[in-house]
């Protein structure tokens, strides 16, 4: 397919018709802090586009609700959908509807299990996971080195597991700590918290009270890392003695960085994700070619260049 430069749409879309174009969008769940930030940037870029308007569902962590949520939007007749699905295998059938109706789908931030076989007026937009786990853990690993350790204990906190992000990010802890230069790390143990602060928290209060010994917290997002670093410092560990890494850069994640909690972040542009996928579902729309996938990229965030992100996300 032709590739489109999405960034450049804006301009076409201000010299559009005057017929208002509509979009529903389905986000997986408003209670996120960081899919709030991609809500808030749909939002955010839709309002400086003339003769755009878009409707925002929550689907509450429920399949079936975002599914009647896509059922909803056709029998709306809207132009367009973007959806952040619950559950990324649950996908096909989302496909499957939009494409039988003949409206547009544009996935955001999670990648559909069907990403290879999307029909051609279907896209995703989102940041590639393989760069997310594997930028995080390399850091770990050479804070590791630096503190001069020839062996070291990790634990790993994983994201929901039907989730292709939590699936990826853990799998590229797995594979950099496959290579040479890593292989001193062990993974102890790994549980997941559903993205979840407050099961991050109790996860490593339990561990704590296992007495499990652990050098570094490998979490699959910020939520879970700064979980973790709260049971941490609520059971008197000193947090100069472990390395703890998340992913999505928050503002709370930032905040615990500047506090030496927090040793290494990813940030994901929630923003220009947010932009690109109501971009991508407006040029679908009007017929236009869109390329498939979508990347917007990840970046390394540490104490050292913190300050070129306390306003991104």
């Known amino acids: 397919m032709k590739k489109i430069a999405l960034a450049a749409l804006a301009t076409t879309m201000l010299t559009s018709g005057a017929m208002a174009e509509t979009v529903g969008v389905s986000m997986a769940l408003f209670d996120d802090n960081f899919l709030t930030v991609l809500r808030n940037g749909i939002e955010e870029y839709a309002g400086t586009l003339e003769g755009v308007e878009i409707q925002i569902e929550d689907a509450q962590n429920d ?24 559950d990324t295998d649950a996908t096909e059938a989302m496909s499957a509807l939009a ?24 896209a995703f937009v989102a940041s590639n996971e393989v760069d997310s786990g594997t930028l995080e853990t390399q850091e770990v690993c050479r804070l590791l080195t630096e503190a001069g ?25 797995h594979d ?10 062990k993974i102890v143990d790994e549980q997941t918290s559903n993205w979840q602060r407050t099961q991050a ?19 699959n997002n910020d939520e879970s890392a700064i979980g973790a670093i709260q049971a941490m410092k609520a059971a008197g560990v000193d947090m100069a003695s472990v390395v703890v890494g998340g992913v999505d850069a928050t503002q709370d994640a930032l905040a615990a960085m500047q506090a030496g909690d ?11 994700q ?23 990229p990840f970046e390394l965030v540490t104490p050292e260049n913190i300050g070129d992100y306390m306003s991104a996300n």
């Open 176 to 185: 950099v700590i496959a290579t040479p230069e890593c292989s001193f790390m």
């Open 201 to 219: 928290a109790d996860l490593m209060t339990n561990w704590l009270s296992a007495g499990v010994q652990f050098d570094a917290v490998i979490a």
């Open 63 to 86: 399949v079936g609700k975002q599914l009647n949520q896509i059922q909803n939007f056709i029998a709306s007749g809207v132009d367009a959908i973007v959806v952040n699905p619950v």
């Open 149 to 173: 350790k020839t062996e070291a204990n990790i634990l790993v906190i994983m994201g929901e597991l039907s989730n292709q992000a939590a699936r990826q990010r853990t799998q590229d802890i």
């Open 274 to 296: 947010g932009s690109g996928s109501l971009d991508a579902a407006l040029a679908l729309a009007r017929g236009e070619a869109v390329e498939r996938e979508v990347w917007v």
């Open 262 to 272: 927090l040793d290494v972040t990813v940030f994901q542009n929630a923003s220009a």
């Open 99 to 122: 494409e039988q109706a003949g409206v547009p789908l544009v996935y955001v931030n999670r990648q559909p299990v069907n990403l290879e076989n999307l029909p051609d007026n279907q």
